[in-house]
């Protein structure tokens, strides 16, 4: 039996690279004591493997798996990074472990970097540069950085790809999934944590981070965003010195974020309003723009004295589009009030609660986490720890939370940290509090008001317009038999209320319609009594129907806070 025979499981036993990378792969994680997740694979030299076992029994499994990631290179490590970045997937102690991953690569030979810089912008260094660094700014698992100065004087940060890790990272996602299969079959709670989907979502992640292109364009996006913002600088990118592979932008000098409060800094820096701009900027990200940094960790960002702070590396971005912003406003204010009802409401509209769920125990377990906080002073509440809970409430309802949301959660609590770092008073809800009031004015400022008037009376034109359709095809269904009805006995004590109401929401919309329409039809025709050539029945009309469209607009608004 050849040596291929133990990864037949894994769908390319006639692939020799992956055969290989899958033993290594193996063999790191028996080194390390993880063996148990291969037990299911049937790979049968698992026992001769465990023979060559460290003695790392005293690590916990958490430590264990953060240095089998870190022996096992590039896609490995930018896979523990993503997971740490998801809480959603793992327990609290393997997040922080994995928050340690260092990147233990080698930089690139001068040579190398040459080669790389010159084959993507197909001209020689001393053509593109009037001078070029030869040691690194910075060496990550996937790229390196350099500084150089651009023949027009400018001082340039060049980053590098490595070559051909396109090629090895896309080896081991293929043997990623076939692994994340197996474990999931494994699993008794793989309908939980998804090992697939986690793979799945690395996968999706990680090709993001190896297109430089996709930063390139995030840059110029919170450039766009903060361009009347004083405080935040974003390097600007230069668009002819940029691939796919390689990525070149303005050089910004500044000192870690977490630094500044060393003593060497203390004259020259102000954590408190560094900590206040850091959290305004990423709430305007999230609430206001709905395109956010969602890696927002001290190494990215700079700071330059006395306060103006340094976007860098936004491989890693969040979006929420605006009804999304809208709900999220809505939950935090239902926080603030102790209303579990609309908070479950919230969940609901975000697609994270499914009828499946048990909304009666879920409004409990809401409610005990909100009182739990109700009364505290802000400054004592633990942003993350308050979405940790809040993460094993929604486990516990086997409820997914979208990643955007995640990541979203994520960057708040990497802010709030930030800010507890440099400044022990930071208060985070207090600054979160007058981003949901703008929401809420605007919401019901007099443009949002008639944009949200002109889509209840656009959907309610387009129900007059399909309804005799929608009759016809009823009316087919039951000529030919086809109509079925499905009755589930929930929550029928509110059925009758529910019916009565939308059928009054759909007379009163009807109603409203012919007005317009009538009253249209008269306008049209001048139909008199006349003032300046203007039917006054018609002005009558589309009063009556103004009048009535706001009060079914007031019904509406009125018995979704009821909810």
Not at 181 to 195: F, Q
Not at 345 to 351: M, V
Not at 538 to 562: D, E, N, P, S
Request: aromatic share 8%; net charge positive; hydrophobic share 40%.
């Amino acid at each position: 039996m050849n040596d291929s025979y133990p990864y037949r499981n894994f769908g390319f036993r006639n692939n020799l690279d992956k055969v290989k990378r899958s033993r290594q792969i193996i063999s790191v994680f028996v080194k390390f004591g993880l063996d148990y997740l291969f037990e299911a694979s049937r790979v049968n030299f698992l026992s001769k493997l465990r023979k060559r076992r460290k003695g790392y029994h005293k690590l916990s499994t958490a430590e264990r798996l953060r240095l089998a990631f870190e022996e096992l290179g590039p896609t490995f490590i930018k896979f523990g990074q993503i997971l740490s970045t998801r809480p959603d997937f793992l327990p609290a102690e393997y997040i922080r472990e994995l928050e340690k991953l260092q990147d233990q690569v080698l930089p690139m030979e001068t040579p190398l970097v040459r080669q790389c810089i010159e084959k993507e912008l197909k001209h020689t260094l001393e053509e593109l540069f009037l001078d070029f660094d030869q040691s690194p700014v910075a060496s990550a698992s996937l790229s390196q950085v350099h500084k150089a100065v651009l023949q027009n004087g400018d001082t340039v940060a060049l980053k590098i790809q490595r070559p051909d890790i396109h090629k090895t990272i896309e080896t081991d996602l293929s043997i990623l999934e076939s692994f994340a299969e197996i474990l999931e079959k494994r699993l008794r709670n793989s309908s939980l944590y998804h090992p697939t989907a986690i793979v799945a979502e690395l996968k999706k992640t990680i090709r993001k981070e190896l297109d430089f292109m996709n930063e390139a364009h995030n840059f110029e996006k919170f450039r766009k965003n903060f361009k009347n913002v004083d405080y935040i600088q974003v390097p600007k990118v230069y668009w002819q010195f940029t691939t796919e592979k390689l990525l070149t932008m303005e050089f910004i000098e500044g000192v870690k974020i977490t630094e500044i409060t060393q003593e060497k800094y203390q004259h020259r820096y102000e954590p408190k309003k560094v900590a206040d701009r850091a959290a305004k900027a990423l709430l305007k990200q999230i609430l206001i723009d709905g395109f956010f940094h969602a890696d927002p960790h001290p190494g990215n960002l700079f700071i330059q004295p006395p306060a103006t702070i340094v976007m860098l590396d936004v491989g890693m971005t969040g979006h929420l589009d605006e009804e999304s912003i809208i709900t999220i406003a809505r939950i935090l204010r239902a926080v603030n009030e102790k209303d579990s009802n609309h908070v479950i409401k919230g969940l609901q509209e975000l697609g994270i609660v499914v009828k499946e769920t048990d909304k009666r125990q879920l409004r409990h377990d809401l409610t005990e986490l909100i009182e739990m906080y109700a009364d505290r002073p802000f400054r004592t509440i633990s942003l993350n720890r308050m979405n940790q809970q809040l993460l094993e409430i929604m486990a516990r309802h086997d409820m997914a939370l979208p990643s955007n949301l995640v990541m979203m959660l994520r960057a708040m609590s990497i802010a709030e940290s930030i800010g507890q770092q440099l400044e022990p008073d930071f208060d985070m809800f207090a600054i979160v509090e007058p981003f949901v009031k703008r929401i809420y004015l605007k919401l019901y400022s007099p443009k949002s008001f008639r944009k949200r008037s002109m889509n209840v009376m656009d959907e309610s034109i387009e129900l007059i317009e399909h309804f005799p359709q929608n009759i016809s095809d009823l009316l087919g269904k039951l000529k030919e038999g086809q109509f079925e009805i499905k009755l589930e006995h929930q929550n029928l004590e509110n059925l009758q209320d529910e019916m009565k109401s939308s059928s009054n929401r759909i007379s009163a919309s009807l109603i409203i319609a012919a007005l317009i329409v009538g009253s249209s039809l008269i306008l049209q025709q001048r139909i008199g009594p006349l003032i300046s050539d203007i039917s006054i029945l018609g002005v009558i009309g589309y009063l009556l129907a103004g009048i009535m469209g706001l009060g079914l607009l007031l019904t509406i608004f009125k018995t979704r806070r009821k909810k």
